[in-house]
Each structure stands twice: as C-alpha cells, then as structure tokens.
C-alpha cells in the first residue's frame, strides 16, 4: 500500500518535532522517527487502525502512538496520513 502525506500531516510532525526539540533537540529527533515508524507498519497492515471515533467512518482510521493519534484514510490505491495530534488536544478540522 502506498502511503502519502498530506500537507497537514507533514506540518504537524515537524511542528511536534520543534516544540519538544526546544527542550531537548534528540528526544524531538526520537519522537518524530517513531511516529514515521508507526506510519510505516501500515504499509503492511493499513486496516490495522481503529476507526475513528469522532467521524465514525470506516475509512478514516487512526493509529495511536505513544501520546499520539496519527489519523489516515483508505483509499483503493493509497492510505493518506491526514494529520498527527496529541491525544489530550481535541479532534482538528481535517482538510480533505
């Protein structure tokens, strides 16, 4: 399964790679390759994630890494990473 980025996504793990990068620039490093890590398991298991919650449709999953939600849809050719959030923020607007 090919997997794209959206733009937002792409925006949201470099900003969550800065914001713990000011305290410590490794652990920001850690964090962000984790999340790409879980990202990438998906390409082997893209139905793996739950569906999420507050949209309640089966094509929008999302995954939960550490303190993370990584929210992805399906598609028949592509699975696209929508957006990356922390767990205690509330669920963004997705551009889609």
Not at 7 to 22: S, T
Request: aromatic residues 8%; positive net charge.
């Amino acid at each position: 399964m090919k997997i794209v980025w959206a733009a937002q996504a792409v925006d949201d793990l470099a900003d969550i790679r800065a914001y713990i990068a000011r305290t410590s620039p490794h652990y920001g490093l850690v964090v962000a390759s984790r999340l790409v890590a879980a990202v990438d398991r998906l390409t082997e298991f893209p139905s793996s994630g739950r569906v999420v919650p507050e949209l309640n449709e089966p094509s929008v999953r999302e995954l939960i890494e550490g303190s993370y939600r990584i929210v992805y849809e399906l598609h028949a050719d592509r699975l696209e990473i929508l957006t990356v959030f922390r767990t205690s923020r509330q669920f963004p607007r997705l551009a889609r």
